[in-house]
């Protein structure tokens, strides 16, 4: 879309390009370059401010999330040596390279540039190379930050793992920017020293810095909240430099708008060592001020305690729980949040509100009540004889644990591959396709088995059991050596992971069915029902747990499943039908008397 319009108090100080995202909720603008970059890099009103570059000559830089390109321009302004561009949506590629090369005047063909179409975190990990520059900016929606639904996406680029990646790509003087809103800011601090405090690197305080103010033009705004990490600490001269450019003090450069530090380091002979009383001094207005909370979540002595004193979800996030936009934590949730959440409309938005969290706990309800309707309901008109069986409740329990326990699982392993394969079409496409072909497969090899089904149990269920903890011990090991390796052998490797679980996974379910057509027909409908119905409240109830606990305790919870399931029938386990009725065994008599 070509924006003919000049708006330099919003950011666009001249015409441009903008590639709409999400139905024109977002998008990633550049000016015109139809005229050659080089001639546009050297008007004099492009003025990008340039706060990554501080201090740096020929630098090698890495953008995660390119977009259209206004970082990349920004950087061969500041005459960087190599420019690394990682996009990961390979429409906007294809737009700025092919579709619209003549309006980018070869942006993205200029030597120092090499665009590649990936996911950053996947991409970087398996990176030889060092970096003096690493930024990622905007890199969310606003359709997802307005709808509260990003707080559900896992952000695997800010994690405390991704930090420790960060790191060990940056050299020695090596700088990060990112924007985001300015809880997350404390929450990136957070993170910063959960890092060095496991490298023994003492306290970052003058290693950050936080602030709200312009960055490269063709922004979603003039103004964004921006968060920068130096691997050194930073110099007084650095530090002036970067007020400078930034504009502190100097409403005038930026149409009124004045540039805010929130966080600037103590002199370097300063130690941060004692906590600010948030309470009594950074309540404004009912919310908080942020230069004070950035400060004392780099002072506090208890971390846990700091976490625990807010509602905010100040965590670090991990990549066994990576929602790093998660907003409230869920032990701070409160009647409130609902009437306030479902009252957005007249507030005019929702950012701030547990979003994700109030629709996760209402869409559990939901489930529960269309499941109840579409699935029991039915069962309890028409086959009501079903639960005329003695001994009603193991058979529930198990058909009810093994629903929940597999759709936890498959939740589980779709986001523990996303981060090994990148693609999350691929990811999906693999893992989903993967694992039912080989239950599927686990289904078909248990029937050609004619032992007794509750000694196939016996060995079945602590199969699963076994495999679930090898993968996840060995997992982590797997995806650090075959990380470089090529999209197709990392499938093949995902595969190969799938297969012993997918097998047994697809063996307790017609095992079952088994037994309850040997021993009380009637309850087979049930036993589809009730695995489908919980099944359904287990793809809601993982995604919460996974947000509050992480995925290891889901993956753990999920064995749990199943070892519930196997106890109850193998404590039943006997010679007679003990399921049967009265009725079936009757009919049965009087069909041998009668032959």
């Not at 909720?25 to 003025?47: E, H, K, M, N, W």
Request: charge should be neutral; charged fraction near 15%.
């Amino acid at each position: 879309m070509a924006h003919r319009f000049i708006q330099p108090q919003m950011g666009w100080p001249d015409a441009g390009f903008s590639i709409m995202i999400d139905g024109g909720s977002a998008g990633t603008g550049i000016g015109d370059l139809s005229g050659g970059v080089r001639q546009y890099l050297a008007r004099p009103d492009y003025r990008p401010t340039g706060v990554a570059y501080i201090g740096k000559s020929r630098p090698r830089v890495l953008i995660l999330g390119s977009g259209s390109g206004r970082e990349v321009l920004e950087a061969l302004h500041f005459g960087a040596l190599s420019i690394t561009a990682v996009e990961i949506n390979p429409i906007i590629n294809d737009i700025v390279t092919r579709q619209m090369r003549a309006h980018w005047g070869g942006l993205f063909e200029q030597p120092e540039v090499n665009l590649v179409t990936e996911e950053g975190r996947n991409f970087l990990q398996r990176s030889k190379e060092k970096y003096d520059v690493i930024i990622s900016i905007q890199t969310m929606t606003a359709a997802a930050v307005t709808s509260g639904a990003l707080a559900l996406s896992e952000s695997y680029m800010f994690t405390r793992e991704a930090f420790d990646v960060y790191l060990d790509h940056l050299t020695p003087d090596g700088v990060i920017l990112m924007t985001r809103p300015g809880t997350q800011i404390v929450k990136l601090f957070a993170t910063i020293r959960d890092v060095f405090a496991e490298r023994g690197l003492g306290n970052p305080a003058t290693h950050l810095v936080a602030f709200d103010g312009p960055l490269a033009p063709y922004g979603h705004q003039l103004f964004n909240e921006g968060f920068l990490f130096k691997k050194s600490p930073w110099t007084n001269d650095e530090l002036q430099m970067l007020r400078a450019r930034l504009g502190i003090g100097h409403p005038e450069r930026w149409f009124g708008q004045s540039p805010t530090l929130y966080y600037w380091p103590p002199a370097n002979s300063e130690r941060v060592t004692s906590p600010l009383d948030f309470h009594a001094a950074s309540r404004i207005n009912g919310d908080f001020d942020l230069s004070s909370l950035l400060r004392e979540v780099l002072s506090v002595s208890n971390l846990s305690a700091f976490y625990a004193n807010y509602r905010w979800d100040f965590r670090p996030a991990t990549d066994d729980r990576p929602f790093f936009n998660q907003n409230i934590r869920w032990g701070a949730l409160r009647v409130g949040d609902f009437h306030w959440l479902f009252m957005a409309g007249a507030l005019g938005n929702v950012i701030g509100l547990p979003v994700a969290e109030v629709m996760l706990i209402v869409m559990l309800v939901q489930c529960g009540i269309i499941a109840f309707a579409a699935i029991l309901l039915p069962l309890g008109g028409f086959v009501r004889p079903g639960l005329q069986i003695s001994r009603l409740w193991t058979l529930l329990i198990y058909f009810a644990g093994l629903g929940l326990g597999f759709i936890m699982i498959e939740i589980v392993l779709i986001q523990r591959f996303l981060l090994f394969l990148g693609e999350p079409v691929y990811t999906f496409a693999v893992v989903l396709a993967g694992l039912l072909g080989f239950t599927g497969i686990g289904s078909w090899l248990i029937g050609r088995f004619r032992e007794s089904a509750r000694s196939l149990l016996a060995w079945i269920i602590p199969a699963i059991i076994l495999v679930l903890l090898l993968g996840a011990v060995g997992s982590p090991w797997v995806f650090t050596m075959a990380l470089g390796l090529p999209l197709q052998l990392r499938i093949i490797i995902v595969l190969a992971m799938l297969a012993p679980l997918g097998i047994l996974l697809g063996m307790p379910f017609p095992t079952g069915l088994r037994i309850v057509a040997a021993e009380a027909p009637t309850f087979v409908p049930w036993a589809w029902g009730v695995n489908g119905f919980f099944t359904v409240l287990g793809s809601v109830a993982a995604s919460i747990l996974g947000m509050a606990f992480g995925f290891s305790i889901v993956l753990a919870i999920s064995g749990g499943c199943y070892l519930v399931a196997l106890l109850p029938v193998m404590m039943t386990w006997t010679s007679a039908p003990s399921f049967a009725t009265k009725k079936v065994l009757q009919e049965r008599r009087a069909s041998e008397l009668g032959q």
